[in-house]
C-alpha cells in the first residue's frame, strides 16, 4: 500500500448505529487531518493531530469522535449521526504542521469514505 | 478571514481548445497555494504549490501561476482524461489550515 488509505469506501448508517472510519498513511508523515467535504461547499476541516497529539477541534459536535493511536493511523468513531451528516469523509496526512520548512506541510489526501446515513 | 473563490463554477472544453480556471484570494500572509485535482468519488490529488508571486510551475499540460491576489491554472490542448473537479486553497502565515473554494468542475469532450 501506498500513500494514504480509507476504509471503508462506503458506509451506509442508521441514525443509531456506530460505526469508525479508518485511515492510514505509509508516507512517514506526522501531521493526520479529518476534512468533511458536502456536496456545493468547500472542504471543511474537522481535525488535525500532530505526533499523535490533538491540535484543532474544529467546532465538530461530539457525535464524532477522532482517535490517533500512533502517527500512521487516525481514527473517526461516529455515533447517533445525523441525515445531514451525509457526506464524504476525507483523510489527509502532511510531513509537518505549518510552520517548519516550505513543501513539509502539503498535504496529500486519501480516497474518502462516502457516508451515508439514512 | 481568509477567502478563496474559484471560477468560473463549471468549464466544458472541446479537446484540444486551451483555457485557464482562476483562483482569487484575499489572505493575510500568504504562505503558499495549493492547486488539488479531484475525480468524483475520490480525494483530491495535489498538483502544485506556489509560495510567492511570479511563480510558475508546470505538469504535463498544466502550469499554474501566481500573482499577489489570483492564481491561474493554464490547462493546454486538453484531453478527455482532464476532465475532474480543480480545486485551489491557501494557507496563511504558520497556520497550517487550509482554506478551499469550492471548486471548478472541468469537463473535455473528444
Known amino acids: 500500500e501506498t500513500g494514504v488509505t480509507q476504509t471503508p469506501r462506503h458506509l451506509v448508517m442508521g441514525m443509531t448505529n456506530k460505526k469508525s472510519l479508518k485511515c492510514e498513511q505509509h508516507?512517514?508523515?506526522?501531521?493526520m487531518y479529518w476534512y468533511k467535504q458536502s456536496a456545493k461547499k468547500p472542504l471543511e476541516l474537522m481535525f488535525v493531530y500532530s505526533l499523535e497529539e490533538r491540535v484543532e477541534n474544529n467546532s465538530v459536535p461530539s457525535r464524532f469522535s477522532p482517535e490517533c493511536p500512533n502517527s500512521s493511523h487516525l481514527f473517526l468513531h461516529l455515533h447517533t449521526l445525523q441525515p445531514e451528516d451525509s457526506a464524504l469523509y476525507l483523510c489527509?496526512?502532511?510531513?509537518?504542521?505549518?510552520?517548519?520548512?516550505?513543501?513539509?506541510?502539503?498535504?496529500?489526501f486519501g480516497p474518502g469514505t462516502r457516508l451515508t446515513v439514512l | 478571514e481568509d477567502q478563496v473563490t474559484q471560477s468560473p463554477e463549471a468549464l466544458r472544453l472541446q479537446e484540444g481548445e486551451s483555457s485557464s480556471l482562476n483562483c482569487s484570494y484575499t489572505v493575510s500572509g500568504l504562505r503558499g497555494l495549493f492547486w488539488y485535482r479531484q475525480d468524483p468519488g475520490k480525494g483530491p490529488e495535489f498538483l502544485f504549490t506556489?509560495?510567492?508571486a511570479g511563480e510558475e510551475k508546470e505538469k504535463e499540460r498544466l502550469k499554474a501561476t501566481l500573482t499577489k491576489k489570483e492564481s491561474f491554472l493554464h490547462i493546454t490542448a486538453p484531453k478527455p482524461e482532464d476532465s475532474a473537479t480543480y480545486l485551489c486553497?491557501?494557507?496563511?502565515?504558520?497556520?497550517?489550515?487550509?482554506?478551499f473554494g469550492k471548486g471548478t468542475l472541468l469537463t473535455v469532450n473528444p
Open positions: 486553497a491557501v494557507q496563511a502565515g504558520s497556520n497550517y489550515k487550509l482554506t
Open positions: 508516507l512517514g508523515h506526522n501531521a
Open positions: 506556489l509560495y510567492s
Open positions: 489527509a496526512s502532511s510531513q509537518d504542521l505549518a510552520g517548519s520548512r516550505l513543501g513539509t506541510d502539503t498535504q496529500y
